[in-house]
């Protein structure tokens, strides 16, 4: 503990003035880990694109979490309905957040960021002597004890010495400061309320005749504390308790309230001291110790202390540790009844017992996060001796991204982790191709859509039913859909290990890994671990139809858009134009020319507008325009932030409008087809061309020579690649 403290060392009296009614002092664990995301601030553009896809107004994205992908819905279910509950005095308080989720959906690394968190919070205040880091107002609990030792060691008996003790109360108080001008507000409604209802004056004096609960009830409302503060303070630990009585090794050294030393530590996790901080792995039933849930006996001291002497245990027990802050249950659900148990008093009665030979329990405050997984759960909750943990649990599903645009990052964030990344070229449709498969193995059938159309419609793209001109309603597909989605499928983990064989076998002969090649390996991964018939039918057709009709539409448009000089310029300079434009649609001002001049109505070229949005792959009705403009500014002024300019702004910074823009630009050009039509018929012009569109696909669209070639091949030697279907 002496390397976890700061140099912040006061008095309680002194801490009271100075320091007690600043409420990160105090807050409870649930309250802390809301205040830092809240602090971190919103993700603007991601809460306006989630609330598109969603139809949901009232989701948030949260900036703390910006490095996770296609999980806002459950993160913002966690500070929401469990969170912000438990700070506003509601049953969450009293619950275990449990995760539930695939294997390779975040759960783990969400648990580590709010680990992160917690480790990035400022220094918190504990009572010295605490091995369990008590909140100083605990020590408002020790008032009556004080005060009853000091009555009876006077030798007054019955009415006296309740008289007595609530006078000695009082003087405790005052010594305190409490009585001090502006420390404590006497007016509260939290403190008049308590006062009232025990029959005493909304004074220093009538607290003195409060009891402990009131007392401390009482003294948080007069301070301006919320009530989250209250639930997490309770009867100090038993050393703390020794100190201000003056007993056991305290004997005759007895500290006063006022003068308790309070100190600081910090929140470090399992490689620095576990203070705050403890991740506890599953224990089986031979092996479980439940000294290391609540602590041990000190065994080195045996038989040199007196029977109650606190010195004679050791507060080195997970909850012990975690007091004030995090305990991880890592596959909690897999643990023996015995530690089931003590994760149940510590969540219904707040309170952890005490290791023999010590009888009682000590005080806990802290946040309790189980991940695990949905068999574990339902084999758990099915045994009717778990019937009381159904109230104490909040379950958070926690599935794997059903949006392409979010699974891609993660690939790519499992990509970029290896030292593949800096040695090996990706195509630029490669990340896409195995987004769309990831996401087409997780989603289910719907009667009205074709598995691309509904993996597109949840990506934010609006799609048609099969021989119908209507639009399909993805909320509708999303109501339809079971709750099942999301919950299997295959793992980033799995795509980045096929990926990485690819990568291996193409060092030194082409070195990219293609689509092509990884359709390839999928196939042959499938046939080497998928064992069930039917679902091997099912990813042999993904890749037969769904993915290899995708991947020669987005193929195809490359090679046209190589043959086009300047392409990219015309894509960015249409780009400039439609910001101009739903600049201006956002303020309802005109588009400006560089002189000055109106070019447009006010509120920008609507029809320009429409014929971006309404692109066939992404269909924005005109219903929906004003969302997706808005996704669009927001998307903008994020590249803004992260980039610190305000000019230059890429077509690229939104994937949406950059197909649009694309497709756009590419209506022009599909006369350079015929380029392929007949490789004996090419003219010497012929061949320039598809020269420099190779140059292109590698200089302006990210293909290696290698790849380039393998493609303009693949175009050539099929000659249906280029039709438009």
């Known amino acids: 503990m002496e390397n976890n403290t700061t140099s912040n060392k006061f008095s309680f009296r002194t801490w009271l003035a100075q320091r007690a009614k600043d409420v990160k002092e105090t807050e409870s664990s649930k309250s802390r880990l809301l205040r830092l995301i809240e602090q971190s601030g919103e993700n603007v553009a991601s809460t306006t694109r989630v609330r598109r896809i969603y139809g949901n107004d009232s989701l948030v994205s949260f900036d703390a979490f910006k490095m996770f992908y296609g999980v806002d819905r459950s993160v913002y279910t966690i500070v929401n309905s469990y969170l912000t509950p438990a700070t506003m005095g509601g049953e969450t308080d009293k619950q275990a957040l449990v995760l539930i989720g695939p294997p390779g959906a975040g759960k783990s690394d969400f648990v580590t960021r709010i680990k992160s968190l917690y480790r990035q919070a400022a220094p918190i205040p504990f009572l010295k002597h605490s091995r369990n880091h008590d909140n100083p107002l605990s020590l408002f609990y020790m008032v009556q004890f004080v005060a009853e030792a000091q009555a009876d060691a006077e030798g007054h008996l019955d009415e006296a010495f309740t008289k007595r003790v609530a006078e000695i109360k009082t003087e405790i108080l005052k010594d305190c400061g409490l009585d001090a001008e502006g420390l404590l507000d006497f007016n509260a409604a939290g403190l008049k309320k308590v006062c009232a209802d025990a029959g005493v004056s909304a004074s220093i004096e009538g607290l003195g005749k409060l009891d402990s609960d009131n007392l401390v009830t009482a003294v948080v409302a007069g301070l301006g504390l919320p009530r989250s503060t209250r639930a997490a303070v309770g009867n100090p630990e038993p050393m703390v308790q020794a100190a201000v009585l003056g007993q056991f ?285 039917k679902r091997m039918e099912f990813l042999m057709g993904l890749l037969r139809n769904e993915l290899d009709e995708v991947r020669r539409r987005t193929l195809s448009q490359a090679v046209l858009a190589s043959m086009v000089e300047g392409f990219q310029e015309e894509a960015q300079s249409t780009w400039d134009r439609y910001l101009d434009n739903i600049m201006a649609w956002s303020t309802n001002q005109s588009v400006k020319s560089s002189t000055g001049y109106s070019k447009s109505q006010p509120g920008g070229d609507e029809s320009f507008m429409r014929e971006i949005e309404a692109d066939p792959e992404w269909g924005v009705t005109s219903a929906e325009a004003n969302k997706f403009r808005a996704e669009i500014l927001a998307a903008v002024n994020q590249w803004i932030r992260d980039n610190n300019r305000t000019k230059g702004v890429p077509y690229t910074c939104h994937t949406a409008v950059q197909k649009c823009t694309e497709r756009y630009v590419l209506k022009k050009v599909r006369t350079g087809a015929r380029l392929f039509s007949s490789s004996s018929a090419r003219s010497n012009e012929d061949r320039a061309k598809i020269n420099a569109a190779k140059d292109r696909l590698v200089e302006k669209f990210g293909f290696s020579p290698w790849s380039a070639d393998e493609l303009l091949r693949e175009a050539e030697e099929n000659s249906d690649f280029l039709v438009e279907r």
């Not at 038989?303 to 909690?332: C, M, Y």
């Not at 009682?360 to 189980?370: E, K, T």
């Not at 909750?381 to 949006?403: G, I, S, T």
């Open 249 to 533: 090794g305290f004997n005759k050294k007895a500290i006063k309230i006022a003068d308790y030393p309070v100190e600081y530590m910090r929140f470090t996790d399992d490689y620095s001291g576990s203070n705050g901080i403890v991740d506890v792995a599953e224990v089986q039933p031979l092996n479980f110790d439940i000294g290391e849930w609540i602590g041990t006996e000190n065994i080195g001291q045996l038989g040199q202390f007196a029977e109650g002497d606190p010195r004679s245990i050791n507060l080195n027990g997970a909850f012990n540790k975690g007091n004030r802050g995090l305990v991880i249950l890592t596959e909690g659900l897999k643990n023996p009844p015995e530690a089931q148990r003590v994760l149940l008093e510590a969540l219904q009665g707040r309170r952890v017992k005490l290791p023999a030979p010590l009888a009682g329990s000590v005080f806990f405050d802290g946040l309790i996060i189980i991940h695990s997984n949905e068999g574990e759960y339902d084999k758990f909750m099915k045994v009717r001796e778990n019937e009381p943990y159904a109230d104490r649990f909040l379950r958070v599903w926690f599935q794997y991204p059903l949006e392409m645009s979010q699974a891609r990052r993660v690939i790519e964030k499992f990509w970029g982790g290896s030292d593949f990344a800096g040695k090996v070229h990706v195509d630029p449709d490669l990340f896409d191709y195995l987004a769309r498969l990831e996401v087409l193995t997780r989603i289910l059938p719907d009667q009205s859509v074709s598995l691309n159309a509904k993996a597109d419609a949840y990506d934010g793209r609006e799609q048609r039913g099969r021989g119908m001109g209507t639009k399909v309603s993805t909320s509708e597909l999303r109501e339809r859909a079971s709750i099942r989605e999301g919950l299997a499928g295959q793992s980033p983990r799995e795509t980045n290990k096929i990926m990485q064989a690819v990568a291996a076998n193409v060092i030194g002969r082409g070195n990219t890994v293609t689509s092509a090649l990884m359709r390839d390996a999928l196939r042959e991964w499938y046939k080497g671990t998928v064992t069930d018939e």
